[in-house]
């Protein structure tokens, strides 16, 4: 069976293409790679003109929604916990295992290889990367201990105690983290680089997302935690909003 990242997309082809059909992700519980189901149903998808693509920034904001997804998911295993109330067992390892292979291994990798160090070239927010780079740190090592909880069949009641605080000093520190790097890092990044160069590094995006992951991979990454948002009971939006 082929792995996740020998069928995974790019936006680049989506973008060209306005279209694609959308196939379900799991996760093989052995090693946490990906594998394809039977593909569902089409998705239409809006087209956007030829020539759109979509800048480094926008990228990586893209990419934040994902983990600001999954780190709602960790509220709700850690409100469960809390509460001594079960959750899907299986949703915890492929979250964590998401964070792993999409966050940490492709988006932080990105961040740390283009953006952070021509801020640093450029004598711009050192102080914040520096910062930021301790905290791609911090979170490897909560994911990898994250993922060890969650590969055990059962927890006791320290384990799920300290997987608990695991998962909320993950989310403490990831939605300030992102949220500064939106409005802070990633405007000054775009303000050091000329618009040749700006575009130019959106394609090396793009390429990047190609040699990991193949084709459509963020669409998937999507429709993988839309798929685990449904298995906890929260993918519904409306659910949300509060009655006034």
């Not at 949703?91 to 961040?111: G, I, N, S, T």
């Amino acid at each position: 069976m082929k792995s996740f990242v020998e069928f995974l997309p790019t936006r680049r082809e989506f973008i060209k293409k306005g279209g694609i059909l959308m196939a379900a992700i799991t996760v093989l519980p052995t090693d946490g790679a990906f594998a394809l189901a039977a593909p569902g149903n089409e998705d239409k998808k809006p087209v956007e003109k030829e020539g759109e693509g979509v800048s480094p920034a926008e990228d990586l904001m893209r990419e934040h929604g994902v983990l600001a997804r999954i780190l709602f998911i960790y509220d709700d295993i850690s409100m469960r916990l809390e509460k001594a109330t079960n959750y899907p067992p299986e949703v915890l390892p492929k979250a964590a295992v998401l964070v792993r292979q999409f966050v940490e291994d492709y988006h932080e990798k990105l961040e740390e290889e283009y953006v952070f160090p021509r801020l640093v070239k450029a004598g711009k927010l050192v102080d914040l990367v520096n910062v930021l780079l301790k905290q791609h740190q911090a979170g490897r090592r909560l994911t990898e201990r994250i993922r060890n909880f969650a590969s055990l069949p059962s927890l006791k009641a320290n384990e799920k105690k300290e997987l608990l605080a695991c998962l909320r000093l993950f989310a403490r520190m990831y939605r300030p983290h992102k949220s500064r790097e939106d409005t802070v890092l990633f405007p000054a990044f775009h303000a050091v680089l000329s618009p040749e160069e700006y575009d130019s590094l959106g394609e090396k995006f793009e390429d990047k997302e190609d040699e990991l992951f193949g084709e459509h991979g963020f669409d998937k990454v999507v429709e993988e935690v839309s798929r685990l948002e449904k298995v906890m009971g929260i993918y519904e939006l409306s659910q949300f909003t509060p009655k006034t």
